[in-house]
Every structure is written in C-alpha cells, then in structure tokens.
C-alpha cells in the first residue's frame, strides 16, 4: 500500500503565500509523476500542476503564482503558492503516478488539504 500525507493548507488573506507539502510511502519502486489537483465546493476536481523527470505543467489560472518542485529522495512534492486569490479557494489533493515491483501506471490520492482564501 501506498500513503500520501499532505500539510500546509489553512486560512490567509488574499495575497498571501501558503506552502503545501505531500510525502509518499509505501510500496513505491518508481514515480512517474507528482501533482496537486484541486476541487472547489461544486465544482470537478481540476489539475493545478504536475512534476515529471521532463519538466513541471500548470493550470492557466496559477502560472506565474504557483511553483510546484519535489525531493526525490523524500518522495515529497510541494506546491508553493502565492498571491492567493479567493477563487484558489478549495480542497488541493496530491496525486501520485508510479509503478510497484509487479504494476505499472497506479495512481493514488492524499486525502485533500483545506485551503481558504478571504478577500
């Protein structure tokens, strides 16, 4: 089994600057990709920006704002975030793309981290 621990979410004003963290273990033998995805109150769940070994993606509506790296050798990727805006209010999952020892291409989801934007 694999377990995704996310931190970092909470409540600021916007403009403000949070820093969102997910360490994965378990089962692990390699990561394809690393990312956070977010959903608002009745909304789908959107993709906020992905890390791979070629390069990192993201949304339109967080270039330039947010930054998302990772450390290899924690199986950790972070989300730093700034100039918040209030309609980055929502719940931001990590999302992991990796094979085990016998399967390839399984995803898993850390259990959302609250992030709350007032204006």
């Known amino acids: 089994q694999v377990q995704l621990v996310e931190s970092g979410g909470g409540l600021v004003q916007a403009g403000g600057s949070l820093r969102l963290s997910c360490a994965a273990s378990g089962n692990i033998f390699s990561i394809n990709a690393m990312g956070w995805y977010r959903q608002a109150p009745e909304k789908q769940r959107e993709l906020v920006a992905i890390i791979t070994s070629g390069g990192t993606n993201y949304a339109d509506s967080v270039k330039g704002r947010f930054t998302i790296s990772r450390d290899n050798a924690k199986n950790t990727v972070y989300l730093q975030m700034n100039g918040l805006k209030p309609e980055d209010t929502a719940v931001y999952y990590c999302?992991?793309?990796?094979?085990?020892?016998?399967?390839?291409?399984?995803?898993?989801w850390g259990q959302g981290t609250q992030v709350t934007v007032s204006s």
């Open positions: 999302n992991l793309h990796y094979d085990n020892k016998w399967v390839s291409g399984i995803q898993a």
